[in-house]
């Protein structure tokens, strides 16, 4: 039973910062690419970032590149977004992934999603 759970969504102002969290359970973590995507209303679900299994390659959106940082922690099983400077249009549900393949921005290319978290930009 494969279990991905995010936390850390909210509310925050524009220009704030938010990290979020996602902790897997009933996988080899340490063999799954990890991947935050995020959909708002009204839209297609898009990629945001992504994260190699060892943790030392990370791949971005062009929309947040420079403002999020991906990360991982393999000990914890637990893949982490930072996001900085954030933009009315970062509002979204965030969701994090885990995939056995090596395409880091092709969502169906992920086999394992969590329930998603809401963040909000106020302005």
């Known amino acids: 039973q494969v279990q991905l759970v995010e936390s850390g969504g909210g509310l925050v102002q524009v220009g704030d910062s938010l990290s979020l969290s996602c902790i897997a359970r009933?996988?080899?973590?340490?063999?799954?690419?990890m991947g935050w995507f995020r959909q708002s209303p009204g839209k297609s679900r898009e990629f945001v970032a992504s994260?190699?299994?060892?943790?030392?390659?990370?791949t971005y959106a062009d929309s947040v590149t420079g403002r999020f940082t991906i990360s991982r922690d393999n000990a914890k099983n637990t893949v982490y977004l930072q996001m900085m400077s954030l933009k009315p249009e970062d509002t979204a549900v965030y969701y994090c992934?885990?995939?056995?393949?090596?395409?880091?921005?092709?969502?169906?290319?992920?086999?394992?999603w969590g329930q998603g978290t809401q963040v909000t930009i106020s302005s």
């Open positions: 994260i190699n299994r060892s943790g030392d390659l990370a």
């Open positions: 009933g996988l080899s973590f340490s063999g799954y690419r």
């Open positions: 992934a885990a995939s056995v393949e090596s395409t880091p921005r092709f969502a169906p290319s992920y086999e394992y």
